[in-house]
């Protein structure tokens, strides 16, 4: 485990994504959408139609990779640009195990500030009715598993991680992701959306245009190439500090 989980890496990670800025900016999304699911309780009653399409149409397709984003670029992003990465290079310690801990960290934030607050707003819009709740809290999850992969490796390629994070996050996966049918086979929220279709129960009017087998191997290639590669990545930054 100490091979790929290093405590010092974690400490150094969770400061960094839950100091006081980037923690307000992963809170405001969460607490807009309760906000949205108690006025939508108020005015519909238990719908499950306005579950689905708030969790859907702005949870999964907006929050999440907005989130991911925060969460996945501040894991190494800030610390490569300032140059304070070289204090864990100088470390003996495997470039895998530096990218391995702040994945898991990423991770771990985005899903406590994207799939818990699904949840209970699922629960507020239809109390759970045809797991609808339970669905889209399960595909936060996954994205936020093969998100933080993915904005992880582009904070170690990309001095404006940043911004390439949310052109992806707000144009392809929101707006192309949503509208284009083409671009909805090449976009994470349809693969994740993919599992919430089958966790639902027959009826809750939950639909992605990916194939549950083909969304599983989408996600573990997207997870696991990202990562492959940030270690890659590392790995040559550290050979250039050097040089």
Do not use: C
């Amino acid at each position: 485990m100490s091979a790929l989980y290093n405590h010092t890496v974690a400490r150094l990670t969770y400061r960094a994504l839950l100091g006081r800025r980037r923690a307000l900016i992963m809170l405001l999304m969460p607490a807009l959408l309760l906000v949205i699911a108690f006025a939508v309780r108020a005015q519909t009653g238990a719908d499950d139609r306005a579950a689905v399409e708030i969790l859907g149409g702005f949870a999964l397709a907006a929050m999440v990779p907005l989130v991911g984003v925060v969460a996945g670029t501040g894991a190494i992003a800030p610390e490569i640009d300032d140059g304070s990465i070289v204090y864990l290079l100088s470390k003996p310690l495997p470039r895998r195990t530096i990218i391995l801990t702040k994945l898991l960290i990423a991770i771990g934030v985005t899903v406590a500030f994207t799939s818990l607050p699904i949840l209970v707003a699922g629960v507020i819009l239809n109390g759970n009715g045809q797991r609808i709740a339970l669905a889209f809290a399960v595909a936060a999850a996954v994205a936020a598993v093969a998100y933080s992969a993915v904005f992880l490796l582009l904070g170690t390629v990309s001095r404006n991680a940043v911004v390439f994070g949310l052109i992806y996050a707000l144009v392809w996966e929101a707006l192309f992701g949503n509208v284009v049918p083409g671009a909805r086979t090449l976009s994470i929220q349809q693969w994740s959306l993919s599992l919430a279709e089958r966790i639902a129960l027959p009826g809750a009017d939950i639909n992605s245009d990916v194939a549950l087998p083909a969304a599983v191997i989408l996600l573990a290639a997207a997870t696991v190439a990202g990562t492959w590669y940030a270690i890659r990545r590392l790995r040559a930054l550290t050979l250039a500090s050097g040089e």
